[in-house]
């Protein structure tokens, strides 16, 4: 196969494409997807470094953010409000809880802006739809890491 600036020389070179409007819509390719994991994981890392290089604190922003929501809760629920626990511990109470929703809160957002973030590549550019919104939730589990390293420290 020779290619030359403008293109193929001729049109049996041309590599083709088979579109099969027999296979199920809702089912997923993953043959397709295992053979381009390096574009999702490209896409996580981007995610991960642009959310750590545009605050202030970087990675102690994934520490400090369940910390400042624990204080808020353990003062209003826990000392004002006296919400039951079952004999647990405020802070540790709300914290472990907090976690998780701050994982699920944070990757349901940031996958659904991903999908308009990265627009230009479902419009310009073939890759599986399914990476986009998928690679800031892979890149959320270095936040849900860290903070639960803090929930054992607790």
């Keep these: ?13 041309r590599p083709q494409v088979i579109i099969d ?35 202030i604190l970087g990675s102690a922003w994934a520490f400090l953010k369940p910390l400042m929501l624990m204080i808020v809760f353990t003062v209003f629920l826990g ?10 511990p405020y802070p540790l109470f709300y914290y472990s809880a907090l976690v998780f929703w701050n994982f ?14 990265n627009s230009f590549l479902l419009s310009r550019v073939y890759c599986p739809i399914l990476f986009i919104p998928a690679a800031p939730v892979v890149a959320q589990f270095v936040d849900l890491g860290m903070a639960l390293v803090t929930l054992i420290g607790l």
């Design 1 to 13: 196969m020779s290619f030359v600036r403008g293109g193929y020389k001729n049109a049996a070179e």
């Design 21 to 55: 409007s027999n296979r199920p819509r809702f089912l997923i390719d993953w043959d397709e997807h295992l053979g381009k994991l390096d574009l999702f994981w490209f896409l996580a890392l981007r995610d991960l470094k642009v959310r750590f290089k545009q605050t």
């Design 79 to 88: 000392y004002v409000v006296r919400f039951p626990t079952g004999g647990m």
């Design 104 to 117: 699920f809160v944070t990757g349901m957002s940031l996958s659904s802006e991903s999908l308009l973030s």
